[in-house]
């Protein structure tokens, strides 16, 4: 694993970083962070990582919501991060449906790829955090290392217990934080 590598983190967005919901993210209002996501960003993000979204944005198609109001989400992520003294380098998201048959949709790699050509680092190597088998699939398509939390679909990833083998799990971003950082990865 190269040392560029291993500086890029990926993060899900829904369920990971913000709460999750069934019937979706459809406003700033409905935009909630889970409690010490905000500040776990940040932490690595000032210890020198290169945190990154990837996120299914399926509303977008389905009509839920507009690519104005996703702005904003990301708007209020980016600020929320940066008040607590990191930075975002970058969100990427798809906004097609599952039966737009597009490359960019998780667990497809897509997104990952965008990233890589964006930062001009590989993903070969780096973590990647997912609530859901989906999210960890699509970095594992390019080499990432796959962590999954508890948070939002998390659990329920795990109690399904397939394709987990090589996954690592975590309560929340919290602490998939202090481990990335205590560890060097």
């Known amino acids: 694993m190269s040392a560029a590598a291993s500086k890029l ?31 776990a960003i940040a932490k690595l993000s000032k210890a020198g990582y290169q945190v990154v979204v990837a996120t299914n944005q399926s509303g977008i198609a389905r009509g839920y919501f507009d690519l104005e109001t996703l702005q904003q989400m990301h708007d209020q992520l980016c600020q929320l991060v940066e008040n607590a003294g990191g930075k975002v380098a970058g969100i990427f998201y798809c906004p097609h449906g599952p039966d737009d048959h597009c490359d960019c949709r998780k667990p497809k790699a897509g997104l990952i790829k965008q990233i890589e ?12 955090v997912g609530d859901s088998l989906r999210d ?7 080499g990432c ?13 795990l109690d399904n217990g397939k394709g987990l083998e090589d996954v690592v799990v975590f309560e929340n971003l919290a602490t998939v934080a202090e481990h990335i950082i205590s560890q060097g990865l």
């Not at 970083?17 to 700033?28: F, G, T």
């Not at 050509?117 to 990647?128: E, F, Q, S, Y």
């Not at 796959?146 to 679909?153: A, M």
């Open 9 to 39: 983190v990926i993060l899900d967005r829904d369920g990971v970083i913000n709460e999750d919901s069934d019937a979706y993210i459809k406003s700033l209002k409905e935009w909630i962070p889970i409690d010490g996501s905000i500040d």
């Open 117 to 128: 050509a964006a930062l001009a680092l590989p993903a070969l190597g780096a973590v990647i």
């Open 136 to 142: 960890l699939d699509a970095g594992r398509t390019v």
């Open 145 to 157: 290392i796959p962590y999954l939390v508890k948070t939002g679909k998390g659990q329920l990833t």
